[in-house]
């Protein structure tokens, strides 16, 4: 895989994942059978060095996925424009992974972990949901082959 | 293309290009010569029915972009999570495009646009800026070949 150019921008793996962790929402970027590359916002839920996201039956990004698997993912967490310093401070993560499609105990297990993780405070009416729903949702798993992460502008040296 | 699956979540053309004028990023994906998709987030300008960004003279998007021109581009304005409702309400847009490298007035035109755009209150010093940084500073063009936006959950009918 490409290295990054900017060494001093790279962050540790460890932030990186926290980053994952954290961000309320990623852009999933896959390729259609055409070669045209496709980048949507996800919720979703990183657990077990495993991205998982929920969808509905049908839809763009499981035609891509399904023609072919290899995505990558992007979070961005703190963002902030400095005007007077033409650029921004921002850290940022990409997951490249190959997503397939979670059955059975994994899947449940995923959508629990996607409750936790939105709504906390409503987890016995969410596990109402996910069952009521249980027919009409597919859940992606992307198994992660690297994760890297970016900072910018870069920290001082300590 | 592919059509969007669920109509009711389609945004107008309009409100697409709002979103791609007002926010204050957005998610660049590309895919590399392995054929690899890569998902990277920008500071960027809409103008003319075109987006741009600067870049440095080398680096993981330029090779890719090198290799293979298609593109898309995410961005994602209002977002906020309804833990109660196990879902989330958002806007986004996505453009799909060709890159190239921007040169000569256009270039610049691009430049100046980008500066308007993140740094206002420092246009002159930011013309020094762009100045000085002339030699180390690529510009990138998207032709825009298609615009699609998405609002979740769907507004509803007046």
Redesign the interface.
Known sequence: ??T???KDKEIAAEEAVRLLTEC??G??????AD???????L?YVYTDHQLYFHC?L???KL?NIQS?P?????V?GH?K?L??R?G?E?E?A?A?GVASEAHGPERHAALLAL?SK?????ME??KA?IQKHDADTRVIKISITRISGKISPAKPKP
Request: proline fraction near 6%; hydrophobic fraction near 30%; glycine fraction near 8%.
């Open positions: 895989m490409t990054m150019r900017r309320e929402y852009v999933l970027s896959t390729i259609d070669g045209q590359p496709y980048g949507i916002p919720n509905a049908s839809g763009h035609d072919n290899r995505v990558s993912f992007c961005v963002c424009v005007p007077s033409f921004t921002y940022s990409v490249f409750l939105y709504s906390a405070d409503y009416e969410g949901y």
